[in-house]
């Protein structure tokens, strides 16, 4: 395998962990997310909590599709991964310009969102590189 190639696996097994490791603590854990965005009561927030699982499973199976899907499935998973984790990144960062999330919140889920962004990209083009 290439570097280009083991470069974008690398990447695309980083953001399925990464995936599978938000999702599992969306669905089982959203009080700790919650509390994150600075909810002193989080267990008085049930939408927030309804929200979190629901998006926790998700999260967790489109994890799973990077470890597991080949092929075209594969391409389609790597090719919609940055427009996922882009919307991520913007919207952390409009929450925190409309003052509905302190900078110190926003700071290390920004940082955690670009990264994810980051991962996508690099394994969307180390796989559509392989294809050429």
Do not use: C, W
């Amino acid at each position: 395998m290439s570097v280009t190639g083991t470069l974008g696996t690398t990447a695309r097994y980083a953001l399925g962990g990464v995936r599978i490791l938000a999702g599992t603590t969306g669905l089982l854990a959203p009080a700790m997310i919650i509390n994150r965005f600075g909810d002193i009561n989080p267990a008085a927030n049930p939408a927030a909590i309804y929200g979190l699982r629901l998006f926790g499973i998700r999260t967790v199976l489109i994890g799973a599709d990077l470890f597991r899907l080949k092929g075209r499935d594969l391409d389609r998973a790597l090719r919609v991964a940055p427009i996922i984790h882009a919307s991520d990144t913007a919207t952390v960062l409009t929450l925190q310009r409309h003052k509905q999330l302190s900078p110190e919140r926003a700071r290390p889920l920004a940082l955690l969102s670009a990264l994810n962004t980051v991962l996508a990209i690099t394994a969307y083009l180390a796989a559509r590189r392989s294809r050429t």
